[in-house]
């Protein structure tokens, strides 16, 4: 799964930096072969990308280099990408975290719109026994969601069939519906 598949192209280079750069740290500081888990999910509106690793004695720190140094330079670059960024210390090991801004608009990424807020009820309804809905979805919810929508969409659509009406008929009109309110809003906010 990318970034892109969840809705978050703005983020996608930065994010594949920090993540390149985090996990660079630990191959470098920590050691090569030792056990660590990449992590990614929404922070309210923000990506919070996640390294763990089981080293509690070295610790990720911003250092100055050298113009000619061939190291030295990831947490600075992460420090400059990312929005937020810190250590969290466990029993067990470490955190290494950085959080980048998405430019969504609430942790479920759209704003409040009562079209939006019917299909979710209807989705939420469609996959009730397979992943709950809560305030703040997990990027992994957003997906399983994005697919039961789907599913539901193909279901109008068999059920257009069985009822002799044309499905791309009813596509096509649902298309320009939406198309023509993307455009009204569009033009409600340059006007702004």
């Known amino acids: 799964m990318t970034l892109e598949e969840w809705g978050l192209h703005s983020v996608s280079e930065a994010a594949q930096l920090c993540v390149g750069e985090l996990v660079s740290n630990v191959i470098t500081h920590v050691g090569n072969g030792i056990p660590a888990a990449l992590g990614m999910r929404m922070s309210g509106t923000c990506l919070r990308i996640e390294v763990h690793d089981p080293d509690l004695g070295s610790l990720p720190t911003v250092v100055a280099a050298d113009s000619d140094a061939e190291s030295g330079r990831g947490m600075a670059l992460v420090e400059a990408t990312a929005d937020r960024w810190g250590v969290q210390l466990h029993s067990n090991g470490k955190v290494t975290w950085c959080e ?21 009820a209807l989705v939420g309804l469609y996959q009730r026994d397979r992943i709950s809905w809560n305030s703040s979805p997990s990027l992994l919810v957003v997906h399983a969601t994005t697919e039961a929508a789907v599913e539901l969409m193909a ?38």
């Open 155 to 192: 279901d109008v659509l068999h059920w257009l069939r069985a009822h002799g009406r044309d499905a791309d008929t009813a596509l096509d009109r649902a298309q320009m519906r939406f198309e023509s309110v993307l455009l009204s809003e569009g033009n409600s906010a340059g006007e702004l």
């Open 100 to 120: 980048l801004a998405t430019g969504l608009s609430s942790p479920t990424g759209h704003t409040d719109d009562p079209r939006v807020d019917r299909v979710e």
